[in-house]
């Protein structure tokens, strides 16, 4: 495919721990329901999932950020579930109750029974949004691709929907493992050709969400959660070599050294951890991107302005403290930026990012 020359590189330097103008900025969930524009575009759509299916409205809506702000990246609209979806489990979503399934996974007939696919056969609306995405950027900044990971894509499958326990997958990790091992891995290689199609499609760098790792104890999450992401890294580097990956596990800050065995590009970090601590423990093995909670946006702009400031001095004192090239981190939230947010005040938190002197 021919698309137009990127003519900002500032993620894509960062991420490849190149020399940096400034820090590059972005915000997971920056194309969403804090805004109103994407709230009237999703009412036009009908509802969430016939958004996401609709090529021009979600090329809409993951452009009305880059309208707003002055971002250094774009990242496809789409949801991490669509993978169990296509597996024939019945997304859908109630008002007010978050993603349901009609159908669970909870025993061995019932992984085997889940169907593969081809992503550009019954995902073929992610990879169109995707293309026609990055058609409509004409090259002024990168465009990220994504999918859940394994373990957390599984947990929706198996309990049915969102929980707080995990009282369903984790019965399964230490009553029938072998049944949860089976799932991940249809998952890891599902993932994997997900991911490959985004890229073959004209994603330019990847995240893999983990939103639910932090969850497990140290050893489950290395067994249940970091190894089936491992194995879809090694895919990527396999079939898309060059292309970045971001690996991003919510809770996970103790397990920064066990991520690195992974050969991330870059670790997405939440605001539990500082940010100066984790550039000491990687150094220039990968990038980092974070972590400002994103509750913080809630507050009056002087907050944000002083938190983000906090943030950013406390990456590059690590820098300097280990003689490290100022390069290498990715300003953005510890997690998605929530609905209550006044886009005024992540507009605050641009500016800060993008006034602030290396």
């Known amino acids: 495919m021919n698309f137009p020359a990127l003519k900002n590189t500032r993620f894509l330097d960062a991420l490849a721990l190149r020399p940096i103008d400034r820090t590059p900025v972005w915000m997971m ?6 805004l109103p524009e994407y709230k009237a575009t999703r009412a036009d759509a009908g509802d969430f999932l016939a958004l996401c299916k609709n090529t021009d409205l979600a090329c809409e809506v993951a452009l009305q950020p880059l309208r707003r ?3 250094d990246a774009s990242i496809l609209f789409s949801d991490i579930l669509t993978i169990p979806d296509a597996m024939g489990l019945g997304l859908y979503f109630e008002t007010g109750e978050g993603p349901k399934f009609t159908r669970t996974v909870r025993n061995m007939q019932q992984v085997e029974a889940l169907e593969s696919f081809k992503t550009t056969d019954a995902l073929g609306y992610v990879t169109d949004a995707v293309t026609a995405i990055r058609h409509a950027l004409g090259g002024s900044v990168p465009l990220i691709g994504f999918s859940g990971s394994p373990w957390t894509l599984a947990t929706y499958m198996i309990e049915g929907g969102s929980s707080r326990d995990f009282r369903h997958a984790k019965t399964m990790m230490y009553q029938q493992p072998e049944v949860l091992n089976a799932l991940l891995d249809r998952l890891s290689d599902q993932v994997a050709e997900y991911l490959i199609a985004q890229v073959d499609a004209g994603a330019q760098a990847l995240q893999i969400f983990d939103s639910w790792g932090g969850a497990l104890s140290h050893a489950d999450y290395v067994t249940f959660s970091l190894n089936p992401m ?5 895919k990527l580097r396999a079939s898309c070599p060059g292309t970045p990956v971001i690996m991003f596990t919510k809770g996970g800050g103790l397990w920064l050294e066990e991520q690195l065995s992974a050969q ?3 670790l997405g970090i939440d605001w539990t951890v500082k940010l100066g ?11 980092l991107q974070g972590n400002l909670d994103p509750m913080i946006l809630l507050g009056d702009r002087d907050n944000i302005k002083l938190a983000t400031t906090r943030m950013l001095d406390d990456y590059y004192q ?8 100022k390069t290498g981190l990715i300003a953005n939230l510890g997690h998605g930026i929530t609905q209550w947010t006044n886009p005024d005040n992540a507009k605050v938190f641009i500016e800060t990012v993008n006034q602030y002197a290396i």
């Open 29 to 34: 969930r920056q194309a969403g329901r804090y």
């Open 69 to 71: 702000f002055e971002l």
């Open 230 to 234: 491992r194995k879809i890294l090694d």
């Open 264 to 266: 991330p590009d870059a």
């Open 277 to 287: 601590q984790a550039k000491q423990l990687v150094g220039s093995r990968c990038a």
């Open 318 to 325: 690590g820098c300097s403290e280990q003689g490290l090239s």
